[in-house]
């Protein structure tokens, strides 16, 4: 597959990734809204916070290092399948054993949630580790369809696990409140049971149908999926398996830096139950733009990346057309993503009340509510550059390099668990954001001068990228000014007149925004154009 392949295949990846991402959000912006009125607080505040966090330490830990590895390099016949799907199915039983270990910690470890505000919380952590286990299941079948860019198969699992998610939790909602914990116990075990059977039925269908043969895919028999030793090979890669490994170390401080704030409040209580509901759901406001977009476009051209680059050698020992190619890609993710962090930013510090008093009403919008989203806005900036520059740099790493930047993952963690707890306690759940910040610009400050070294000898310049033009700058700081006159005028105490006035303000220096962009940053709009969206792409080609 030629790098140019490659590229278009990684770009209708990320399109396609983008969509599913809002549909995904929309779903759960929805689903959110509806159950706060109907549940307690305190209950979204477990699930949202002790029980999410729970599934995604357990799956995170368990696959994360597994699919760097299997993805990073040249895919399809050049290696052995059969040695990473035996790799890969290692991930089921360090689930299991990850399941026990997390779901004793919290059982008995962790301070039990008040049964009759919060009831069956034990039969939850049970069935919420379960759930991470069973998804798992389909791990081997989720790195073939990633290294073979069969986009749609993704889209269309997860859109349909999403949809039986969504629906089981409105049902036992409305029809049977007092389950408690059950309900979301029960549509997160539908979710990930929807993901396994959607992927098992499709290789089984495309494997047991000759469609496998015609491709020229590396497998040809539904028994290839399954674990075994092929003669004449060991058993696994063991050149995947130590960067697995190596991989497997940085895992844990990436999931605290993650997961970070959710760590302090299940672990230290600085927050109660509801105060903790309270953050999580301004949080999934505020990520909402930053996860749709930024997360699936990381996701992808890290595929793009490590296709595309030898890991561990300098920018000479590449092949230049190769290089090329990437370099420019680089540099237009980069000014692709400011952009939007940028925008995002001046039009979310004047319009976080009017959101939150819309989506919950003064649950939300009143008290910290808009202050936290605020500065979450902020945040997204800073969200939006580091999920580029990391997946350019954790791509051509060499393996030594990889664990050395873990003793750097160790120091960002350890630092921002005391941040967090210090500046928690000093300004409440904005401190959460804060901490997050001040770690995001010393990942960003890291993966800037390994960048800036890669490149300091050749004739590319990617973090170009990070330099808009002067004309957009000047275009956003009256936006900022004009929004925030604006905010003081009209909203929201003024009845839905004054709030349409404001939000008319932002549509009209939204679309001096836009035009900006339009006319300073024309590679940037070429680059859309021709490798973001499949139907231009379909055009040229």
Request: glycine share 6%; net charge positive; proline share 3%.
């Amino acid at each position: 597959m030629s790098t140019q392949d490659i590229l278009k295949n990684a770009s209708t990846l990320a399109s396609y990734n983008v969509l599913l991402q809002v549909m995904f959000r929309f779903l759960t912006f929805l689903l959110n809204a509806f159950t706060l009125r109907f549940v307690s607080k305190e209950l979204i505040g477990v699930v949202n916070v002790r029980l999410t966090l729970l599934y995604s330490t357990l799956v995170f830990l368990s696959r994360e290092a597994f699919r760097r590895a299997c993805l990073s390099g040249e895919s399809g016949t050049n290696r052995s399948w059969r040695q990473v799907i035996n790799l890969l199915w290692l991930t089921v039983p360090l689930g299991v054993l990850w399941a026990i270990l997390l779901g004793c910690v919290w059982l008995w470890l962790l301070e039990v949630p008040d049964a009759q505000t919060v009831p069956h919380y034990g039969p939850a952590v049970v069935l919420f580790a379960f759930s991470g286990v069973q998804e798992l299941l389909a791990e081997p079948l989720w790195v073939l369809a990633q290294a073979h860019m069969f986009v749609r198969l993704k889209v269309i699992a997860e859109s349909l696990a999403m949809i039986a998610k969504c629906s089981v939790t409105v049902v036992l909602v409305v029809f049977a409140r007092d389950w408690g914990l059950y309900i979301f116990s029960a549509a997160h075990l539908v979710y990930t049971g929807f993901l396994v059977l959607c992927y098992t039925v499709y290789f089984i269908r495309f494997l047991g149908f000759n469609e496998a043969a015609k491709k020229t895919f590396p497998l040809q028999h539904i028994r290839d999926l399954l674990p075994c030793k092929a003669d004449g090979e060991p058993l696994v890669d063991w050149t995947v398996a130590r960067l697995t490994w190596s991989f497997f170390k940085q895992s844990f401080l990436k999931q605290i830096l993650t997961e970070g704030e959710r760590y302090v409040m299940t672990f230290l209580n600085v927050l109660s139950f509801g105060d903790q509901g309270i953050y999580d759901i301004v949080n999934n406001l505020g990520s909402m733009v930053a996860r749709f977009i930024f997360l699936p476009i990381e996701e992808s051209f890290y595929i793009f990346f490590a296709k595309v680059l030898e890991r561990g050698r300098d920018v000479e020992s590449q092949k230049k057309e190769d290089m090329a190619i990437a370099a420019e890609v680089l540099e237009c993710l980069l000014k692709l993503v400011l952009v939007i962090g940028l925008i995002i930013t001046v039009f979310g510090y004047a319009y976080s009340h009017l959101a939150l008093d819309l989506y919950g009403g003064a649950l939300l919008s009143s008290g910290s509510g808009p202050g936290l989203l605020r500065c979450y806005s902020c945040y997204v900036l800073l969200l939006a550059v580091n999920g580029v520059t990391e997946c350019f740099v954790f791509a051509a790493m060499s393996q030594q390099e990889v664990d050395k930047y873990n003793l750097v993952m160790l120091a960002l963690s350890v630092s921002f668990l005391f941040l967090s707890y210090m500046l928690t306690w000093w300004a409440g759940g904005v401190g959460f954001i804060l901490a997050n910040c001040l770690n995001m610009a010393l990942r960003i400050s890291h993966s800037l001068l390994y960048i800036h070294h890669y490149f300091q000898f050749s004739q590319w310049k990617p973090l170009r990228g990070l330099l808009p033009s002067p004309l957009l700058l000047v275009v956003l700081s009256v936006s900022t000014v004009v929004t925030s006159v604006s905010e003081a005028a009209f909203c929201c105490d003024g009845g839905w007149l004054l709030r349409m006035a404001h939000v008319g303000v932002g549509g009209v220096c939204l679309l001096f925004v836009l035009v900006t962009v339009f006319l300073t940053e024309t590679r940037l709009i070429q680059f859309v154009r021709t490798q973001l969206l499949p139907r231009y792409r379909k055009k040229h080609t």
